[in-house]
Nanobody, 121 residues
Framework: VQLHASGGGLVQPGASLSLSCAAS????????IAWFRQAPGKEREFVSC????????FYEDSVKGRFSISRNNAKTTTWLQMNSLKPEDTAVYFC???????????????WGQGTQVTVSS
């Protein structure tokens, strides 16, 4: 499976942004799609994950109520809708695929290339 993340940009605090993760290849194997982010000088951290097996979604505490993850039925596109953005959301955002949702980067076998999100006034 190949993943391609897009949709990043420069926005002001309080604005919204929608990231997309396009999947190609054997997308039927995609059982969980997650978003991670990495800020300068920090480790890559879990943001959100959508489990295909039961439809459950998971969020890191700081984005709960602001971010929403979704996927189309064909499993070819996953979105991360980000509302009420804050400067601390600034990072490179990556999508990743795994057999199950996990907070750990080691669980994910396929990664997109990352898209920059900058929240600044």
């Amino acid at each position: 499976v190949q993943l391609h993340a897009s949709g990043g940009g420069l926005v002001q605090p309080g604005a919204s942004l929608s990231l997309s993760c396009a999947a190609s290849g054997n997308v039927l194997d995609l059982e969980a799609i997650a978003w991670f982010r990495q800020a300068p000088g920090k480790e890559r951290e879990f943001v959100s994950c959508l489990s295909d097996s039961d439809g459950r979604s998971f969020y890191e505490d700081s984005v709960k109520g602001r971010f929403s993850i979704s996927r189309n039925n064909a499993k070819t596109t996953t979105w991360l809708q980000m509302n009420s953005l804050k400067p601390e959301d600034t990072a490179v955002y990556f999508c990743a695929a795994a057999h199950y949702c996990s907070n750990f980067t080691q669980s994910y076998r396929s990664w997109g290339q990352g898209t920059q999100v900058t929240v600044s006034s």
